[in-house]
């Protein structure tokens, strides 16, 4: 019995070296945590004033996309690219957000665009796209990050 009581015993006191764990650095918590986010997607969406109200994330995004389409359409409108180019329905335009809530509009043509005087058209977009109303940035973990995304603006022909 005394033998098994010492044999015990010394397990133990050997034993409590594999129990202890060692705290993780504070360099190392933080490579787990920017391992563990997923940079591709944001937490909030870029929002505007009309769309603050909603609750539900789905409903506030399709939200900002219809605003923002609809607002792009309006502006380009009241322009002459559907008499200038009336074979010209849709265009694809490359909305960037900046952290700063400053917005940038590029159009993107496809490689085979020679029909079409792209540079007349970036400028008419440029000079119409001006003055749009006050976008709130996307949001990830709570600081204001760099979007980007492509829309497809319909031309209206009248």
Do not use: H
């Not at 409108?77 to 490359?94: G, S």
């Not at 792209?118 to 976008?135: E, H, M, N, W, Y």
Request: proline share 6%; net charge neutral.
């Amino acid at each position: 019995m005394k033998k098994a009581l010492a044999l015990l015993l010394l397990t133990f006191s050997f034993s409590c070296q594999y129990l202890e764990k060692k705290a993780p650095s504070e360099q190392e918590l933080l490579n787990q945590q920017i391992k563990e986010i997923n940079w591709k997607e944001v937490d909030e969406y870029p929002s505007v004033a009309d769309c603050e109200k909603l609750t539900d994330a789905a409903q506030r995004k399709q939200c900002f996309f219809d605003f923002l389409t609809a607002t792009i359409e309006q502006k380009l409108a009241i322009d002459t690219l559907a008499t200038m180019f009336p074979k010209l329905d849709t265009i694809e335009v490359r909305v960037t957000i900046l952290p700063d809530a400053t917005l940038e509009f590029n159009p993107e043509f496809p490689k085979d665009s020679v029909a079409y005087d792209t540079i007349k058209i970036d400028s008419i977009l440029r000079a119409r796209l001006i003055g749009f109303p006050k976008v709130n940035p996307a949001l990830k973990r709570g600081i204001p990050v760099k979007t980007q995304f492509v829309l497809p603006v319909i031309i209206k022909q009248e």
